[in-house]
């Protein structure tokens, strides 16, 4: 049996909790209501989630005010950009792992958290803000992403049934492709991304492959050090022909 001291003990054990867990929520709801009422000296667009954007996937059925993730990554699939596979994203999808590791392992909203706290997912974004709200925010490079996706894919489809012309038989490669392959894939210069058809079966660029080359040196070594080897103005020799400069380099 149990004893009355016993279950007045009890009682003011639970008493306890539910003021410390009410306490908690209060005091959550107060950091929350302070930061999305008065952004102006709050924010940074390039450190901080702008908090009309915040807004949007926050649960206010709930107390604590909880950002519902998987709101949040759907809006930011619309934007055009890959959160499971975009290397800037990396570390924020790593944060919403539900993975004890704290890595992310299954690369879909499966493997992420449902809800994260306010103070949390501000932490997780943080790094990522500048990214986030220019994506958010429709100022992006191409802001109705969707529509344009879709006038991509419908200029596939017109393309799919034409079969006329034959490849190009002066290269090997170029004459053993598979004419029937046929794939659109775009990725513009805020990273949105979006493929349609053959995207994953392997092809010979040729000459594709130079201006990416020179792109990734450019990236890597810096303008000056690339064109002290390489010039920028038309040679009028040969596109293959391999010579040195004047300089000897």
């Given amino acids: 049996m149990t004893s009355t ?19 908690r929520r209060d005091s959550m709801r107060d950091r929350r209501s302070s930061y999305l009422d008065n952004p102006n000296d709050k924010t940074d667009d390039k450190k901080t989630l702008a908090p009309s954007l915040l807004r949007l996937y926050i649960d206010e059925m709930e107390d604590d005010g909880r950002v519902y993730i998987r709101n949040f990554l759907k809006h930011l699939k619309k934007t055009g950009l890959r959160p499971f596979s975009d290397f800037r994203l990396t570390s924020l999808m790593n944060k919403l792992s539900n993975d004890p590791s704290g890595v992310l392992t299954i690369n879909s909203e499966i493997g992420c958290k449902k809800f994260m706290h306010v ?12 990214l986030l709200n220019k994506a958010l925010s429709s100022n992006f490079v191409i802001p109705e992403f969707p529509d344009f996706c879709k006038e991509i894919a419908k200029i596939y ?38 493929s349609i058809g053959d995207v994953n079966v392997p092809f010979c660029i040729q000459s594709c492959s130079k201006a990416l080359n020179y792109a990734i040196n450019v990236a890597e070594l810096g303008p000056d050090k690339v064109h002290q080897h390489l010039g920028k103005e038309p040679s009028g020799i040969g596109f293959n022909q391999i010579q040195l400069d004047k300089n000897g380099s």
Avoid: H, W
């Fill in 119 to 130: 103070d949390e997912f501000i932490e997780a974004t943080s790094p990522v803000a500048y």
């Fill in 5 to 23: 001291s016993e279950a007045v003990a009890d009682l003011d054990l639970n008493k306890f909790a539910q003021s410390k867990s009410r306490d």
């Fill in 157 to 194: 489809k017109e393309l799919l049934p034409i079969k006329g012309g034959l490849n190009a038989q002066y290269i090997p490669q170029l004459a053993r492709a598979n004419p029937e392959y046929l794939g659109i894939s775009i990725c513009t210069v805020d990273g949105q991304r979006f």
